[in-house]
């Protein structure tokens, strides 16, 4: 039976509880140890699939066909683990199997309610995510913030398998914020307090403390968040604000946060060699003395979260590169009026999307980069936007267009998956997850990858309409990697071109800071090249 790290957050959202667990994940595992995380999300939709970016951010997709939360990227990141739907529980999954079970009479006639039959169901789930897999430690986030409603039953849930667990088995970490009042020159544990009592009030003590700060605070500070929230002294960690999260497990091994939860779980394990860490990821990117700009022109750029993956793989480009990326967020419909903000860009990135608007924003961005010979990378909806461009002003097909957007247009060079046209509901019904795609030698995807076949995860409706294959590739497009069971265009690049390449997958979905995905780090390196400084 696995040992398990209960982790929460008060006082405010967006304080970091994903990267506090990737980062405990991360400390753990360089001790030895075989760990796997699990977000538990409140909100009743069964998956994020069909949640607008603005709303919740990316849709973070796993091998096996999941459409998860985005702090499943950074588990990924952080660690070895290879997440699947076993690793996002939501109240609405929850109520979905409950509500299904009721309906077969699997209850037996007995009244369904939130104690036992819920809080009963998200404990399973929990423990699902163990079984067969030998872990040593599940750490399980609990979205949201302590005294949301919603958040109530996953609480209760985690309160009752501590209790079952038993000691020394399960503990509670906290992840509180103690904001510094600039007016009043102080550092306040007010908001601390009163996370922590009400973590209390529903039965869960925290173990451990993880106290976000901008400033680090005295001992003086440590003992009176210590004493109130009744928590060791030791346990009371400065989670210090730092400007690149990889350095966040330094941080807390500086303060000796993996000793910590081994000594309260009571598991004996090697120290902790977090050098290469250090070296190949902080320290690479720190010292950096090159740097590019890479335009990502798409139409959620206002929201930092809509592209988090997608940003953090240019960073792990550009740190296998030994320079720093400067990311431009461009607007995709404001390019229909001025492209001049491409200009200073060294690369452009399109990345994926649904609907039409900022669509032809997207193409023109895509011409920009071919014409004037820009590196460029398209993914997924900007794989079907540099097809789109190719059509348009490449073969003369000037009405060229997706059936997504244009069903009747007259040459449908992006179309809808055969599978897809009796498909009615919209979530979890995309073609997802993991598929291999062959690749051609002698092509920039095979220089890239440095090898046939290569396996990468999907996530959309719409492909390259092979009726028009030959007639684009006679005018020098190039496919270069195919699905080979379906013969479905999976990359597209050109050969009179620094770096052209798209692609209908996400590349940045399997890319890691210490082990960049060849895509985004052939990007950088083409980009460095093209530097205009």
């Known amino acids: 039976m696995p040992k398990y790290i209960f982790v929460t957050g008060g006082v405010v959202s967006s304080l970091g509880k994903g990267v506090a667990c990737a980062s405990i994940g991360k400390l753990l595992e360089a001790r030895g140890l075989k760990v796997a995380i699990v977000k538990c999300d409140p909100y009743i939709n069964v998956d994020p699939g069909t949640m607008n970016p603005y709303q919740h951010g990316e849709v973070y997709v796993t091998d096996d066909g999941a459409e998860t939360d985005l702090d499943l990227g950074h588990y990924e990141r ?34 369904v309610q939130v104690i036992p039959h819920v ?48 000691a020394h ?22 908001p601390t307090q009163h996370s922590v009592g009400k973590l209390r009030e529903i039965g869960i003590q925290p173990d451990i403390l993880l106290c976000r700060t901008e400033r680090r605070f005295s001992q003086a500070i440590i003992r009176k968040i210590a004493l109130f929230c009744n928590v060791e002294e030791n346990a009371v960690i400065q989670a210090i604000d730092v400007d690149d999260i990889y350095e966040i497990p330094l941080v807390f091994k500086q303060q000796a946060l993996d000793e910590i939860i081994l000594h309260k779980l009571r598991i004996p394990a090697p120290s902790a060699d977090l050098s290469d860490w250090e070296e190949k990821v902080v320290n690479k990117w720190k010292r950096a003395k090159r740097s590019v700009r890479i335009a990502v022109v798409g139409k959620y750029i206002e929201l930092q979260d809509a592209y988090k993956s997608i940003y953090e793989a240019l960073r792990h480009g550009a740190i296998a590169n ?16 001025d492209t001049s903000i ?3 860009a060294d690369g452009i990135l399109v990345p994926g999307g649904f609907g039409q608007r900022g669509f032809e924003g997207k193409v023109v961005a895509i011409r920009y980069a071919r014409e004037r010979k820009v590196p460029f990378l398209g993914i997924c909806l900007g794989m079907q936007a540099a097809v789109v461009e190719f059509a348009r002003n490449v073969c003369g097909l000037t009405s060229a267009n997706s059936t997504e957007f244009d069903p009747e247009t007259e040459y449908p060079v992006i179309s809808l998956l055969e599978e897809q046209k009796a498909i009615q509901q919209l979530g979890g019904t995309m073609r997802l997850g993991a598929y291999p795609c062959r690749i051609a030698r002698g092509t920039l995807a095979y220089r890239l990858y440095g090898r046939e076949e290569v396996s990468e995860r999907h996530r959309h409706r719409y492909e390259f309409n092979n009726d028009y294959r030959n007639l684009l590739t006679s005018r020098g497009l190039v496919v270069s990697g195919v699905y080979p069971l379906k013969d479905l265009v999976e ?24 082990k960049a995905h060849p895509l985004f780090k052939g990007l950088i390196r083409q980009a460095l090249k093209a530097s205009k400084r």
């Not at 599940?138 to 309160?159: M, Q």
């Not at 914020?177 to 550092?187: H, Q, T």
């Open 78 to 111: 952080f660690t070895s683990m290879r997440a699947s739907r076993l690793n996002n529980i939501t109240t609405g999954k929850i109520y979905y199997s409950i509500i299904t079970k009721e309906r077969k009479g699997e209850y037996l006639g007995a009244t």
């Open 119 to 166: 809080t009963d169901e998200i404990k399973q789930n929990i423990k699902q995510v163990s079984k067969g897999r030998h872990l040593d430690i599940v750490i399980v986030e609990i979205g949201g913030t302590v005294g949301d409603i919603e958040s109530l039953p996953f609480l209760e849930a985690i309160r009752q398998l501590r209790l079952e667990v038993g």
């Open 169 to 190: 088995n399960a503990i509670n970490v906290h992840l509180t914020l103690v904001p510094y009042i600039k007016a009043a020159g102080e550092l306040k544990t007010k």
């Open 322 to 337: 030994d320079s720093r990326v400067e990311i431009i967020k461009v607007d995709s419909e404001k390019l229909l009026e």
């Open 342 to 344: 491409l200009d200073s």
């Open 491 to 514: 990359i597209v690049e050109l050969e009179d071109h620094p770096y052209f390449i798209a692609v209908q997958f996400h590349p940045e979905f399997k890319s890691k800071p210490d």
